[in-house]
């Protein structure tokens, strides 16, 4: 099971490899090359690790990040090049070998059974035994001894469905430190994270490298990933174009390297607001089965060619507020309506009466009348992953021209549509045909922002549509919204990215506990203030 | 890209069920001191007469009809992720009631038929929509309540079958229902053996076959091809998906438990109305569990059904030979389980193969894994959300994921 020992790989200090005079790489990659039928997916990668550091890896989505940790975790073998950890050759077969060499790898996506207290979770798989039994009061000791030394703050018997996504992943961390790691990778561990659970986060970072433990950190949040880390790999297009000092280089610098290209910034140009609603929300009232409020009495308007943006810590209401504007969800109280009319100027004419009360409507006739909809995790809202990219473009537009021919599905159209999609959105996959997992994230949502803004919808509910994306993938999604503004559709803008959100708003308001507590205008607010306002730390007196 | 892998894809995993099926029994049979050679001999054998080979061959196309009828009713609620259990309580309920039906009335030639065929769908899809309104009100799952439904449905059957619908004599040794008058009978399709010059067999071949046919295409249409199908389709993938897209969940698991139900009821009609004409104490049980192995064989896909249907009735019919060889009939219960549970773990492999290649940048036009094939794909542990979801939700899916 242990990983074998290569050639060379005598005593530490003098072993092949290792930096002059001093301790050998914690992690050394060489030449790394790993080939799929028809993709090279790693070339010629090299990666220098050293002992007790936190190592960034960073490059856009599909650069390559995940095929390379994949083979540091023994999930699959290069075809060419080698792994050192601690100056001695390793080959990996899978990743019990990597785990037996230290090596720990916390996912993005957490592996951990709801129903199971913390102890449970982190045991699970290699659990103490005494006389055939689970040993709770050796793994108890373990873990409190764990989680005392790296400050992570855990108690065995919690459930883990009682909580917060930090702590979670904070479990997971556990879970690796439990079984020895000393090396330990984390894969976009801030994407599910608000802001305060990065800082705490960062924290734990800092304490396991101080207790000597090596840690490797993928990412593409290029300002998180200077401030915590000791030295940055970037990779571009399946190899690494070089290593960067997080204190010396700038973000541009390194989003320049990662993209080899100029950094896109979010600033929308000239306002393009016009007078006519396209949704009003009045006194909109989510309730959860035991009576709490999730969404407080939110009243707010959107009007064509506006974007308002939503700002809020995750979990103060704004998915609700987003399935309640989608039909997903209930209303306690409250209408929503929409103008359904045409598209353009003719509306002027119209006045308010045009707005329709949408609110005992269907999610299908929503649609229907005109509202798009970006959904925040586009693998459960979003994208049907075992199904070709065409179906994927017909979802939510089922019922509509190009996708159906009255009551039929018309194949051949919907087809040629998604194709018109790949190329105007710059979906890079095979063909219509290819199922949707195969892509990479920023691909599947651009798909996703393609067949939303294709159906020219009135209003737009964008949730994160640039999570999980890169620098190049983000810059398309934002000039797409832009340019959507400027011909005159409403968007709702929700994000974390709060430069995202004030560099795209036109009017910005900040949701805290289901209540909306600020309107601010994005041209005279900075992050911090924006911040502030967010966790209730600044109240609207004052604002904009 | 080419159709031919694309077919060559999709034939994978059943061939590859029943070859290990195949050599999971002539191990079993082995083991039991039986040559399995000379038992495939005995199944393969259609008889040495022109006249004895059209007769299995009738005998197996008509076994294979109402197995085919099972096994798409099965594949239609499996699509959506729904396991539909009940299908045999459906079409015994459906086929005793229209057998009554039928027999109590009398009307010209196909208005006669075609009442006898409406009385059993409608029964079919309303014992089906006891499911699915169980499902979507009080959030029941429906292999619960299909799988407890099944035993009231048999059990009111024998109490129709003895009570309000005996037609059979006092004293009678089988009991039944009163026999359907001619004009409510099914003739053969025995023509069609003189008409291509084979020898017309003692048995007829029952005249369901083209219905069976045009429902076949039916529902394939319905499904590949339509908006309906679409939203069951994307209801089997990804429930939370299709409900932002604006399929309405509950919806969906009525309308998929009704259109289940009514095909179901549809399968004893072949033996009803072309042979025995009245349902008796032993009419032809286990079709409905026999539809689900076939709909698993075949994918969920209606050719792939057909075949799947005509493969466990070749297999049925061999029963009677190998028993006149004196070899255990049980070999045929065997090979047929072991082909099932070979097809669930097939289904699993090519599931995984298709997505790896497509994850890797291959991405081959690989079939979509169809919901409830078998496979644990993300459908098949999902079930559309039947109230509508608290707070945390969320939380828990990002955790599942």
């Not at chain 1, 095929?67 to 601690?86: A, F, Q």
């Not at chain 1, 041209?523 to 967010?534: C, I, K, N």
């Amino acid at each position: 099971m242990a990983a074998t020992a290569g050639t060379g790989a005598s005593g530490a200090g003098s072993v092949e490899g290792a930096p002059a005079g001093t301790a050998p790489y914690a992690v050394e990659l060489r030449g790394i090359t790993k080939r799929f039928p028809g993709v090279v997916a790693n070339k010629d990668i090299e990666l220098r690790v050293r002992r007790g550091e936190v190592h960034a890896i960073v490059g856009e989505n599909g650069a390559g990040k995940s095929t390379l940790m994949k083979t540091l975790y023994g999930m699959h073998r290069p075809d060419e090049g080698s792994i050192l950890v601690d100056g001695r050759e390793v080959h990996f077969k899978s990743p019990a070998d990597a785990i037996e060499a230290g090596i720990g790898m916390v996912h993005q996506h957490f592996m951990l059974a709801d129903n199971f207290t913390v102890l449970e979770n982190i045991v699970l798989g290699s659990e103490p035994t005494k006389g055939g039994r689970l040993d709770r009061a050796e793994a108890r000791r373990r873990i409190r001894d764990i989680s005392a030394r790296y400050a992570l703050d855990l108690d065995p018997d919690d459930l883990v469905e009682d909580l917060g996504v930090g702590a979670r992943q904070r479990v997971e961390i556990a879970k690796v430190l439990y079984r020895g790691a000393t090396i330990l990778i984390l894969d976009e561990p801030t994407a599910v994270l608000v802001p305060h659970e990065v800082d705490e986060l960062f924290g734990n970072l800092r304490q396991l490298t101080a207790e000597g433990l090596t840690v490797i950190f993928i990412s593409h949040k290029l300002d998180e990933v200077r401030r915590v880390c000791d030295a940055i790999t970037v990779i571009r297009r399946g190899t690494t174009v070089g290593e960067a000092d997080p204190r010396t280089t700038t973000v541009r610098q390194l989003a320049e390297m990662m993209v080899g290209a100029e950094l896109p910034s979010p600033e929308t140009r000239t306002s393009t607001v016009r007078d006519e609603p396209v949704l009003v929300l009045e006194d909109l009232t989510v309730l959860t089965p035991e009576g709490r409020a999730l969404v407080d009495h939110v009243a707010l308007t959107v009007r064509a060619g506006e974007v308002v943006g939503l700002a809020g810590v995750e979990g103060n209401g704004q998915a609700e507020l987003v399935d309640a504007i989608m039909g997903l969800r209930p209303l306690a109280s409250g209408t929503v309506r929409l103008d359904g009319g045409v598209t353009g100027d003719g509306s002027a004419d119209r006045g308010g009466p045009a707005l329709e009360d949408i609110t005992a409507w269907s999610t299908r006739a929503r649609r229907e009348a005109g509202l798009g909809f970006i959904p925040e995790d586009r693998h459960r809202q979003g994208m049907l992953l075992d199904a070709p990219l065409w179906e994927n473009r017909i979802l939510g537009h089922q019922t509509r021209p190009p996708a159906a021919k009255g009551l039929f599905i018309d194949r051949r159209a919907a087809r040629t549509d998604t194709e018109r999609i790949m190329r105007e959105y710059d979906v890079r996959a095979p063909g219509p045909d290819t199922l949707a997992v195969a892509l990479s994230g920023g691909n599947q949502q651009k798909l996703i922002v393609g067949r939303e803004m294709s159906s020219n919808p009135r209003l737009l509910i964008a949730a994160h549509p640039t999570r999980g994306v890169d620098i190049g993938a983000q810059a398309a999604i934002w000039e797409l919204l832009k340019d959507a503004r400027a011909e005159g559709m409403g968007i709702l803008l929700i994000s974390a990215d709060l430069d995202e959100l004030i560099g795209l708003s036109d009017t910005l308001k900040v949701m805290l506990r289901g209540r909306l507590v600020a309107t601010l205008d994005p041209a005279g607010v900075t992050p911090e203030e924006l911040g502030g306002y967010m966790t209730g730390a600044r109240t609207a007196e004052g604002a904009a | 890209m080419s159709a031919l892998r694309r077919i060559g894809v999709s034939l994978f995993a059943p061939v590859l069920a029943v070859v290990v099926a195949l050599v999971i029994s002539s191990l079993v049979m082995a083991a039991l001191q039986v040559n399995p050679f000379a038992v495939y001999e005995v199944m393969l054998d259609f008889g040495d007469s022109p006249s004895q080979q059209v007769t299995a061959l009738v005998v197996v196309l008509n076994r294979a009809i109402p197995l085919f009828l099972a096994g798409l009713a099965v594949a239609i609620a499996f699509r959506m992720g729904l396991f539909n259990i009940g299908v045999e309580g459906q079409y015994r309920l459906a086929t005793i009631i229209a057998a009554a039906v039928g027999a109590a009335v009398a009307l010209p030639g196909w208005l006669h038929i075609l009442l006898i065929i409406v009385v059993a769908m409608s029964v079919g899809a309303i014992w089906a929509a006891i499911v699915a309104v169980l499902k979507v009100t009080r959030g029941v799952s429906e292999v619960i309540s299909s799988i407890m439904l099944n035993f009231i449905a048999l059990g009111l059957a024998s109490y129709l079958l003895t009570g309000p619908f005996r037609g059979s004599e006092e004293g009678a040794s089988i009991i039944a229902t009163a026999e359907i008058p001619a004009s409510g009978q099914l003739g053969g399709l025995n023509s069609i053996f003189s008409a291509i010059g084979l020898a017309s067999p003692p048995r007829q071949l029952y005249g369901f076959l083209p219905i069976a046919i045009v429902v076949g295409v039916v529902i394939a249409v319905l499904l590949n091809r339509t908006r309906f199908g679409f939203d069951l389709k994307a209801s089997g993938l990804s429930p939370s998906a299709a409900t932002a897209s604006g399929v309405d969940a509950r919806g969906m698991v009525i309308k998929t438990m009704l259109l289940s139900g009514a095909v179901a009821g549809l399968i004893g009609l072949p033996d009803l109305l072309g042979q025995t004409h009245r349902y008796t104490t032993d009419f032809t049980a286990g079709l409905g569990f026999l539809g689900i192995a076939v709909a698993l064989l075949g994918r969920n896909k209606p050719v792939g059904i057909a075949f799947g249907a005509l493969l466990f009735a070749f297999l049925d019919r061999s029963l009677v030979p190998l028993q006149i060889a004196d070899y255990p009939a049980s070999v045929v219960t065997i090979i047929q389980g072991t082909i099932v549970l070979a097809v669930v773990v097939a289904n699993e492999l090519a599931r995984r193969i298709a997505r790896r290649s497509a994850e890797r940048g291959g991405a081959a036009p690989a079939p979509a894994p169809v919901a409830g094939d078998g496979g644990t794909g993300p459908a098949s542990q999902a079930a559309p959300p039947t109230t509508p979801p608290s707070g945390g939700t969320d939380q828990r899916q990002g955790a599942q994921a």
